[in-house]
């Protein structure tokens, strides 16, 4: 039997053996408890159960695995109570055809699992791309058996760990969360909520790679994390629009006071010092119209652009105020911006690593127990904008 491909590959199917018996000379074409079917890949050929799978691209068409029950009941105590109990996939008690349909799974991760569980490691793939490792995980973590990927998880996890962009950094959401990776997931999270905007109530992730209009409603994914997942990314963003936003807030107010800000003339020299403000004012005024088409609210909740498009325009704007001209060394606001602009970026892992609470890390911790993941290898440092 050959072991599955390091990726499946969409123009030949993948089996377990060449010689595999087909449903048509199995004479199985009268029994009720068989689903039609392209193939029987045979786990185990003295298996006593059947299971069939979605249909699988990949593996062009659809397959049933003939598998050795008692080998899924010693990993998986669902698939114990599943298989054993008192449900309708449990043996039949009339000796006919044991078969068992798992239709949200699909076929090519599933023989993965199988394989592994069977003993059968020389099939096991060593290297998995990040969507087939994403879908891994979600079987993994259906049938409690993270602990079967201990020998091969540090290969597989590796596409996880780099650069990712569009849907990929969702997946390595997941991915960071179902293996316990904290630093990963923080990453993660931080990413997610830099580039989400909130459009007519919906969060929706869009980045760098993101063509056209299109992108991600982040709120229709069913595999992200917790459940509270949302509500953490929401509250990431709320918290690094606040910090951006608070210094330019108390500028503004600083320059509308009745005590002027600016420092250049003589405190007796009043008129000059309002002159100065308001051409600070006007400048930030302007930029926030050139910029963004509107004044900025001073509410959080009113932004509704990504923290990243909102980076790019404010920061821009301080860059370009305008003051008197004989008061540009000290009047300027130009190098405070630059210089907060870099503490904010800097600040942001931190600002989600603070989100998170004892029940998000108790869990990455029970998992990271399973996994095997006994060190998290250091993160390269990302830039948002």
């Known amino acids: 039997m050959a072991g599955l491909p390091d990726e499946p590959r969409t123009s030949t199917t993948t089996t377990s053996d060449a010689q595999s018996p087909t449903l048509a000379n199995m004479d199985t074409a009268n029994d009720a408890s068989m689903p039609s079917c392209d193939e029987i890949i045979e786990i185990d050929l003295d298996g006593d159960l059947l299971l069939q799978t979605q249909p699988d691209p990949r593996l062009e068409g659809c397959f049933i695995f003939r598998v050795c029950s008692a080998a899924l009941r010693r990993h998986s105590p669902v698939w114990e109570a599943m298989l054993f109990g008192p449900w309708k996939e449990s043996k039949p008690a009339d000796d006919s055809r044991w078969a068992v349909e798992f239709p949200e799974d699909p076929a090519y991760e599933f023989q993965i699992v199988l394989n592994i569980i069977h003993g059968f490691v020389d099939r096991v793939p060593s290297y998995l791309g990040i969507d087939t490792f994403f879908k891994l995980l979600i079987l993994v973590n259906k049938y409690d058996i993270a602990h079967i990927m201990k020998p091969w998880r540090r290969n597989w996890e590796t596409p996880a760990l780099g650069t ?15 293996l316990g990776y904290e630093s990963l997931f923080i990453a993660r999270l ?24 299109d992108g991600i409603f982040v709120g229709d994914e069913d595999y992200l994390g917790p459940t509270d997942v949302i509500d953490v990314i929401l509250n990431i963003r709320k918290a690094v629009i606040e910090k951006m936003t608070a210094p330019l807030i108390e500028d503004l107010e600083a320059l509308v006071d009745s005590t002027p800000r600016c420092t250049t003339s003589s405190i007796s020299n009043t008129s000059t010092r309002r002159l100065c403000d308001a051409a600070v004012l006007g400048s930030i005024h302007r930029g926030m119209i050139q910029r963004r088409g509107s004044i900025l609210p001073r509410e959080s909740t009113c932004i509704t652009e990504s923290v990243v498009h909102l980076a790019s325009e404010l920061f821009l704007m301080m860059d370009e105020i305008q003051t008197l001209e004989s008061h540009s060394t000290q009047c300027s606001l130009k190098g405070k911006y630059k210089k907060h602009n870099v503490t904010l970026h800097d600040s942001v892992t931190t600002i989600a690593r603070g989100l998170l609470t004892p029940k998000h890390q108790a869990y990455m911790a029970s998992k990271r127990s399973k996994t095997g993941l006994e060190n998290q290898p250091a993160l390269s440092r990302q830039r948002y904008w």
């Open 164 to 178: 990712l962009v569009g849907p990929d950094v969702l997946k390595g959401l997941y991915i960071a969360w179902t």
């Open 190 to 213: 931080a990413q997610i909520a830099v580039n989400t905007s909130i459009e007519e109530d919906f969060l929706v992730f869009r980045d760098s790679s993101t063509k056209g209009p």
